[in-house]
């Protein structure tokens, strides 16, 4: 055999090797575990515990009231559209005693999950999800309509978190908002875990009305109005 003939089945190889490999790629299934960051199990449960801070700007105090919540997939039902929708029922504990307060309701396909809370309905995750990804989460509601976008924005995924309740080893990062200065803060954000669902969500709305502002400080520690609501699982199942 020719060095001439040699050199060619060997070129032969490594793009028979190449073009192997990238098929092998290409044919992997899209990522699926993405999509169990929203588990559609009808028993499961998250119980959470909320601290809610009020920073009172005329006492300078820091009020802070807790208390714990269970929300529950209770019904898989046929909606409106004929789509197959999570019943929600949120309750509040209350003398040691679950006690129903709301009832709401979640859509969860391998496309997206929407969430329906105090009647209007969020695009809570896109799939599938990557870092860095944006989209709408007014999307399916009348909010859009009047040009209020709010812009969703997946910080990370498939990361190991604290809740600091709770340890989780695969979790993705939303981040609903984000709007601040050196005076105030606008943020919201959730934490959702595979197989879980929900396992952290932070509210805050913070505000520094002083006459002198000290940016070495964080806001958090400098602002006197405003409230920052933490809400953490300490608890989840099915049942």
Not at 53 to 79: A, C, G
Not at 94 to 105: R, S
Not at 154 to 168: I, M, Q, R, W
Request: proline share 2%.
């Amino acid at each position: 055999m020719s060095i001439r003939t040699t050199y060619l089945y060997f070129i032969s190889a490594i793009i028979l090797f190449v073009f192997a490999c990238k098929k092998e790629v290409e044919i992997l299934p899209k990522d699926a575990t993405t999509t169990r960051y929203y588990p559609n199990v009808k028993g499961n449960f998250i119980i959470y515990r909320v601290d809610s801070l009020f920073y009172n700007q005329f006492t300078s105090n820091i009020d802070t009231f807790t208390y714990e919540l269970k929300e529950k997939v209770t019904e898989l039902f046929t909606d409106a559209g004929g789509r197959q929708a999570q019943r929600i029922e949120r309750y509040k504990k209350q003398n040691q005693i679950w006690v129903l307060v709301k009832v709401w309701k979640a859509f969860v396909s391998d496309k997206y999950v929407e969430k329906t809370e105090e009647n209007i309905t969020y695009l809570k995750l896109l799939f599938p999800l990557f870092k860095d990804k944006t989209w709408n989460g007014n999307a399916m509601n009348v909010l859009d309509s009047t040009s209020v976008k709010l812009q969703y924005k997946c910080l990370g995924l498939h990361s190991a978190f604290n809740n600091s309740k709770l340890d989780f080893d695969s979790c993705a990062t939303i981040l609903h908002e984000s709007d601040s200065t050196l005076i105030s803060i606008n943020q919201t954000k959730e934490v959702y875990a595979i197989n879980v669902g929900m396992i952290y969500k932070r509210i805050t709305n913070l505000r520094d009305n002083t006459s002198q502002v000290d940016p070495t400080k964080p806001i958090s520690k400098r602002a006197n109005s405003g409230t920052d609501v933490i809400i953490y699982a300490t608890d989840f199942g099915n049942e």
